[in-house]
T-cell receptor
Framework: KQEVTQIPAALSVPEGENLVLNCSFT??????LQWFRQDPGKGLTSLLL?????REQTSGRLNASLDKSSGRSTLYIAASQPGDSATYLC????????FGAGTILRVKS | NAGVTQTPKFRVLKTGQSMTLLCAQD?????MYWYRQDPGMGLRLIHY???????AKGEVPDGYNVSRLKKQNFLLGLESAAPSQTSVYFC????????????FGPGTRLTVT
């Protein structure tokens, strides 16, 4: 059974810091890995999708990497801003999408 | 494009009542999914569909039924609501051509008293 773990559970940083969110998964037989953002009381917004054959994807200040053999992904956020405050969810898709519990990020101004 | 929409946004039910949640997508996606999100439990898959007329069970299907009579719609039914079904319900859709990237609706907040 696929299990997805996200570390840390919560993170508070001052504005401008670069930060890394971690995601690990137990079964490397995946089609893709997706990072989402969720604001309080809202739905999920897809940030980045990494196919199993890819090593990384970039969108603006966000960069996500995937190491399928070790079962790890990282989401790198450059020059963090207060507007980045949200819960970040990692999910892996094998025959279904399995989510981690998320990292709650707070960026202080 | 509206993307994925869900109706209603909020609902309060009494134990034993029934209701149907509607999910609609205008992206012509083959796959559709229903999840529930609970504090401390994360997002869990209830049921999913790989095409019109097909449905399959996910991780937590008990107490729910689904139907996909049209490609763009995926309905989630609660026949006899229980307090344990108090949750936020999300619908999502995807298609193989986009690497199964999932697009989520805004959610339905359901309270069963």
């Amino acid at each position: 059974k696929q299990e997805v773990t996200q570390i840390p559970a919560a993170l508070s940083v001052p504005e401008g810091e670069n930060l890394v969110l971690n995601c690990s998964f137990t079964d490397s037989a995946i089609y893709n890995l997706q990072w989402f953002r969720q604001d309080p009381g809202k739905g999920l917004t897809s940030l980045l999708l990494i196919q199993s054959s890819q090593r990384e994807q970039t969108s603006g200040r966000l960069n996500a990497s995937l190491d399928k053999s070790s079962g790890r992904s990282t989401l790198y956020i450059a020059a963090s801003q207060p507007g980045d405050s949200a819960t970040y969810l990692c999910a892996v898709f094998g025959n279904k999408l399995v989510f981690g519990a998320g990292t709650i990020l707070r960026v202080k101004s | 494009n509206a993307g994925v929409t869900q109706t209603p946004k909020f609902r309060v039910l009494k134990t034993g009542q029934s209701m149907t949640l509607l999910c609609a997508q205008d992206m012509n996606h083959e796959y559709m999914y229903w999840y529930r999100q609970d504090p401390g439990m994360g997002l869990r898959l209830i049921h999913y569909s790989v095409g019109e007329g097909t449905t399959a069970k996910g991780e937590v299907p008990d107490g729910y039924n689904v139907s996909r009579l049209k490609k763009q719609n995926f309905l989630l039914g609660l026949e006899s609501a229980a307090p344990s079904q108090t949750s936020v319900y999300f619908c999502a859709s995807s298609y193989k051509g986009a690497g199964y990237e999932q697009y989520f609706g805004p959610g339905t907040r359901l309270t069963v008293t």
